[in-house]
């Protein structure tokens, strides 16, 4: 059995691992934000060009990404790219950028803020 002041504790611990893995996240993002396509002035993350980022307690960051098309230009240097600059933060201790096009990217995966930004609203 397991008494309460243990129970308390690991309560804390799971909330404070939760919160340290959001606030990693939080800098992925923000690291991600400095990321651009040289062809359209918005970052990929507005861009809507990252599907997801998975962050582990132990600082591993899994990106899953896409390009706005199968054949850009950048499709060798953005996912390194991305890679480099997640590696900078400190905290991070791996990271992993899977490149798909499944769901191909569509203008509709675009931030209200990017669509602003390039005059479609």
């Given amino acids: 059995m397991t008494s309460p002041d243990k129970t308390s504790n690991n309560n804390k611990d799971q909330q ?3 919160q340290n893995i959001q606030e990693l996240k939080q800098k992925v993002i923000e690291a991600l934000k400095t990321c651009y396509d040289p062809e359209i002035p918005v970052d990929i993350y507005e ?3 990252i599907y997801d980022i998975k962050v582990t307690e132990e600082g591993d960051v899994h990106i899953v990404m896409t390009l706005t ?14 890679e480099e600059k997640v590696s900078a933060i400190e905290g991070v201790r791996s990271v992993t950028v899977e490149v798909t096009f499944d769901p191909p990217w569509t203008p509709d995966r675009m931030s209200e803020k990017a ?3 390039l005059g479609l609203l």
Avoid: H, Y
């Avoid at 098309?69 to 991305?82: G, M, N």
């Fill in 47 to 49: 861009l809507g060009l």
């Fill in 115 to 117: 669509k602003m930004e």
């Fill in 69 to 82: 098309t199968a054949f850009c230009p950048v499709a060798d240097s953005l996912p390194r790219q991305v």
């Fill in 16 to 18: 404070q691992s939760k």
